[in-house]
Structures are given as C-alpha cells and as structure tokens.
C-alpha cells in the first residue's frame, strides 16, 4: 500500500510538471480586465502589504497587492550586503548564536502581531529553521529587532505563529532530539527523544521575547502549528508525523501508520502551572540578540537555562486527535471552532471540531495514550471530510465569509471550499506545485478575504528563462466573487514558504520616515562637529566621522598604519527622509554600510597595503554623489606619520 502511494506521487508529479509547458505566451487563463485588477498605476498605492518569507534567503521581502511589486527585502538571518546587516560592528551581534556567528537561516513562517485576534500591524514574527531561532521585526522601521536562539529545538518549523493577543509566539521542533543533547546510538531514537514545543511570551509593551516554557513531548516530528482563537483560545495544535518515530529512509518507515496525530496543547492550563511553580529548570545555553533604535547596537546574551514541562504531569495539558496521512498544515478557521489537518499523502482534508474535542474529553472518549498522552477516538472528534478530488493537500487559508482555500502540491492547485457543508466549490490550477498560500488576515479572527497569493514551488516555463535556476513564482487569485480567478503571477525571491498579509493602512501612516539625530544614543555617534576626531589606541584607531549632502567629515586621514584596525563610526546628519548615504572603503573584506538619516553604524577595515586609499558613498544621493569622498594614507607599519584629519 505504502509503495503504490509512492509511486502514485511520483506518477503525478512527472505528469505535473509537464503540464503545459513549452507553451508561448499564453494567457488563456485571463481575461483582459484582469488587467486593470492588478494595475496599480504609476504614482498610485497597492492595497495591501505581503510579507514573504524567503525560505533559504534566511530573510523576508516585502511586496505590494494586487501589483506584486516588490519594496523591500528585510535582512533576518542572513548578511545582507545591501544594507550592512550582519557586517556592520551593530548588527553582528545579531547573528550571535550558541554555535557561534551563523550568518545564514532558513526562514519560513511569518505572522503579524495581533489583538483580540485582529492585525495589529505592530511587528512581524519569523522562524529560523536550521539553527532554531525566532526573529521579531519592526512593522514601524521594518528592520530586525530581536533574534532568540531556542534550545532544545532542531528544525525550527512548527513556528512561528503567535496566539491571539500576542501573548506567545509559538516554536515547535520539527525534528525530534536527545534533551538534553548527548553521544547515544542514532538507533535508541524511539522512545528516547523528545520533542520541544516553545512558548515565548511577548512583552505587550515592546515585543521583547523570553522562553517562558517548552513543553516535552514524545519524539514525533512537529510540523506545523496554528493557534486556537475565540472559543478555542488558549489552545494551540500541532500536526505530527513519524509518530512511527523512525530514525531513517523516513519516506517509507514513517508512513507506515494510517493515522498520526494533531497534538492539542492547551497552554493555558500549563501556563497556570507554570506560574505555581511547575516545571523544571534545565542547563542550556542559547543567544537572546537585541537591537535598539536609540543606540542603533544590538547585544547579544547567553541564556543559561530554560523552564521545560512534562505534559503528562499536568492533567488535561495535552490531547493527541488522529488525523489520516502524515500530516503537513494545520489551520484554524476564523471562528475558533474547526482545525483543519492536511494529510499530505491523501486526497481528503480532515476538519477536527473543537466543540467535539471538549465534548470527547468531557466524556473521556480515549482511545488509548501515547507515552501517556491521552488519544481521542478520531469519530468523535471529527467536524467533516472535505472530497476534494485532489492530490496533496498542505495548506488552508480563510476568506472570513466561511470559505476555505487549501492547496494541493501533487495535484497543482488550489481548492476552494465550504466550511460546514465541506463542499468544494471552485478549485483552480496553480503553475505549478503549490505549497503555502496567504489571504491576509487569514491566519486571524478577521481575514480580509479579496485576494489569495498561490505561493509556487516550480516555475518553469512562466518567465524568461535565467539559467538553470530560477526564482520561485507567486500568483494572485481575486476572490471577491464567487468563484476564484487567476489574474497575475510575479517571481518571488528565494522560497517563499508562508506569507503573511494586511490592509495598507494599517501599517502605511505608521511608517517611520527617519531617525531623530537628536535622539541618537550610539556611544561613538558624531553629533556636534567636537566629536569629529580620531584616536589611536595602540593598533586600533577609532574615526568618528559624519556625513551629510555630499561630503565626509573628516574626508582626509593620516597617520594610518599597515596592521591598524581602523573602525569608522559614521553618522549621518540627514534629517530627510529617504536620505541614506552609503560609506565604502577599498579591499574592505565586509561590505559597504548603507546608514539611514539620523543613523550611525561602524565598518571595521584592517589596510593591508601603503599606499593612499580612497574611500566614497555608494548611494547616489545628490547630483553631487560623486563628489562624496575621501582618501585615507597608510604608511608602514614603523612610520612616524602622526595623525591627522580634516575638518570642514
Ligand atoms: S512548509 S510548503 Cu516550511 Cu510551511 Cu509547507
Ligand atoms: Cu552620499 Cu552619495
């Protein structure tokens, strides 16, 4: 059985990804006032912000809808020589983690802060998957703020997805792990690993995260999470798969079992335990990276210790409902009630109701435990089977008019149903092979049902060819009527897993436009013209140094030697917006600093040669952009040149 599925997956993915391609410009699937739905016109405004998140770019890039223009690419895990990030001496502490300077993630699942289950536009929340780490970005400046590491994680995947006031933001384990970490045998995996389920409070003040607990859990593999809300607020669920906790050649051992489960975490009861005392503090040692706007630095912590809690020692904590077929997504409808589970292997959905759920555990219908974890009999717990007709299905997104839309990775499409009645209504082919999809809002109590963005792991024959690789490709469906309609595609960067989305205006007037100078805290920030200067401090020299339209202060340097360090702390003194300037040197093994109005980042620059070298600003700022440059000298390592600088 387990083979013919296989085979069946391989049978139609070939069949997929021959549809239609070497097809020439087609555009059967549109009418032409499609047109005029995605025309945002030159000077005019998208509706709606996208946030995708890049998988293997380690980032997340900002979009436009319905135009599909793209803003903005927001640095999270990985260097990004565009801006400094990651290479400037601030926000390499960013990248600080408890194997050391990791300069790259895998970033998958944004989500936006909310409250009462609504937007609330104030940050966004975004996983690392390789090296488990949780990212908090500015929705206001739209730069990284905070990065905590999560020990006893690995696969960070199941996150990151917050709770209906931002109480949490949630990281669950992909990857089952030894806890502590130790030498044993790959083969004593089953029944000895464990599986960490993260809760990270959020300070409602200003986002500030901290591990309040981890939940362990038997050693399955944690997929995916939503948050419950309205009535099921307070509960969170998980898909599991290899509940056969395999150890290898997952693709067959670990489907070997009909049903996995979806984990039911109710983690406000284990929250009250919590705050009574339970749980145990375990050694660890993990980095809780902060940056501050004020001094334009972030700082990098060890944490020494976490709180983690066995579910069993908490009664009513924990409750596994069977769900068919390795399940990937696992969505929860706007109301609260239904939690939907993707069997990936299968062609029906299954809706779990939560009134069912409490009613099943009122009446202790068990069937059976897991390590002590009590099972729910599937028939009791079960809302409904969407018949779809499709292969695959992975995720499911809302319309907030009691529509869902799930797509189908195998079969390439995205199919649109009734929640309740579980009829499809509509489904519609994705170019090609489906994996996230986001309406905005629709991970919230209040979706904002116009558009659905196909996120598309093959490309293809869409674009113009670029080699062997090519970038992932998104499509926008209008959904405002009855049925959906394919109306554009847009290449996206990296891989977009999920997406996160929300009305323009949310966020639009908030939007910070420069930083105060006055308001500057960075401890080598050049304010006045009296912190201009530069100093010497055995073989590092420090130059504070400004910029403004279209000159350096100091511009000319002397007194810089072969083996010096030189740091250049620049401020820059625009007070406009959109106004940076950049600061480059030559045979710098960094990259440049692109540093916003008000701003002061440092590049550290280690000459290697004599010789006079020239430094310039890389953003054309001024039609005399040009003109913005400098020389520094560098004599030998034993010369007697003094220090010296120029002043305006
Ligand atoms: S996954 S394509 Cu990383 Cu969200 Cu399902
Ligand atoms: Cu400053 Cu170009």
């Not at 380690?58 to 400094?84: A, D």
């Not at 399940?327 to 009630?337: E, L, Q, R």
Request: contains cysteine; aromatic residues 12%; charged residues 20%.
């Amino acid at each position: 059985m387990k083979y013919s599925i296989l085979s069946l997956l391989g049978l139609v993915m070939v069949f997929t990804s021959c549809n239609d391609s070497g097809k020439k410009s087609s555009n059967g699937a549109l009418a032409s006032n499609n047109a005029e739905k995605v025309y945002v016109a030159p000077g005019e405004q998208d509706e709606f912000y996208a946030f995708l998140s890049g998988g293997y770019s380690g980032n997340l890039t900002v979009y436009g809808l319905p135009s599909g223009r793209m803003f903005k690419e927001i640095p999270v895990f990985s260097q990004f020589p565009t801006s400094g990030y990651g290479y400037s001496e601030e926000t390499k502490p960013m990248l600080n983690t408890s194997f050391g300077f990791v300069p790259w993630d895998d970033s998958h699942h944004p989500d936006i802060s909310q409250t009462n289950g609504e937007l609330d536009g104030r940050w966004i929340f975004i996983n690392g998957n390789n090296t488990p780490r949780i990212a908090r970005i500015s929705l206001k400046t739209f730069e990284t703020e905070e990065i905590i590491e999560v020990p006893n994680s690995a696969g960070n995947h199941s996150s990151s997805f917050i709770t209906e006031n931002t109480e949490y933001v949630v990281a669950g384990t992909r990857f089952s792990v030894p806890i502590p970490q130790r030498d044993m045998p790959i083969s004593e995996y089953k029944g000895n690993f464990k599986g960490a389920l993260s809760f990270i409070s959020v300070d409602p003040e200003d986002g500030r995260m901290d591990i309040k607990f981890q939940v362990l859990m038997p050693g399955f593999n944690y997929d995916l999470s939503h948050p419950g809300r309205g009535k099921s607020h307070g509960w969170f669920f998980f898909t599991t798969y290899n509940t056969e906790e395999a150890n290898s050649l997952l693709e067959v051992n670990a489907s070997q079992n009909d049903k996995d489960f979806i984990a039911a975490v109710n983690w406000k009861k284990i929250e009250e335990y919590v705050n009574n005392g339970g749980g145990t503090k375990v050694p660890v040692n993990y980095a809780h990276n902060v940056y501050s706007d004020e001094s334009h630095t972030a700082t990098s912590t060890m944490e020494k210790e976490v709180l983690t809690v066995d579910p069993t020692k908490i009664p009513g904590a924990v409750y596994f409902l069977p769900t068919p077929k390795s399940p990937h997504g696992c969505d929860v409808d706007p109301t609260g009630n239904y939690i939907i589970g993707n069997g990936k292997l299968s062609a029906d959905l299954t809706v779990h109701s939560f009134d069912k759920m409490l009613a099943a555990i009122e009446g202790k219908k068990f069937d059976g435990e897991a390590y002590g974890i009590p099972i729910l009999k599937f028939e009791d717990v079960l809302a409904g089977t969407v018949k779809s007709g499709g292969l695959g299905p992975l995720h499911t997104e809302f319309d907030g008019d009691g529509n869902a839309y799930t797509t189908f990775f195998i079969s390439s499409e995205v199919v649109m149903w009734k929640l309740g009645t579980w009829e499809v209504v509509d489904r519609k082919p994705t170019y090609y092979s489906v994996g996230h999809l986001m309406i905005p809002g629709g991970n919230s109590r209040k979706p904002f049902g116009k558009y659905v963005v196909a996120m598309n792991k093959i490309t293809k024959d869409r674009y113009l060819p670029t080699g062997p690789e090519l970038e992932h490709s998104a499509q926008l469906y209008d959904i405002s009527g009855d049925k959906m309609e394919l109306i554009y595609d847009f290449p996206t960067h990296g891989e977009p897993h999920y997406a996160a989305g929300i009305p323009a205006e949310l966020l639009a007037p908030k939007s910070q436009k420069i930083y105060k100078l006055t308001e500057n805290k960075h401890p080598d920030a050049v304010i006045t013209s009296d912190d201009t200067k530069v100093v010497r401090n055995g073989k590092e020299v420090h130059v504070y140094m400004s910029m403004i339209r279209s000159h350096f202060t100091p511009d000319n340097i002397e007194g810089i030697k072969v083996g010096d360090k030189v740091y250049f702390h620049i401020t820059n003194h625009e007070q406009d917006f959109d106004v940076p300037h950049g600061f480059a040197i030559i045979g710098a093994n960094n990259s440049e600093l692109l540093i916003m109005p008000g701003q002061t980042k440092s590049l550290v620059w280690e000459p290697k040669r004599v010789g006079v070298w020239p430094f310039y600003c890389t953003d054309f700022c001024s039609a005399l952009h040009q003109e913005m440059q400098g020389y520094v000298r560098v004599s030998p390592a034993n010369s007697k040149v003094d220090l010296s600088w120029s002043l305006d």
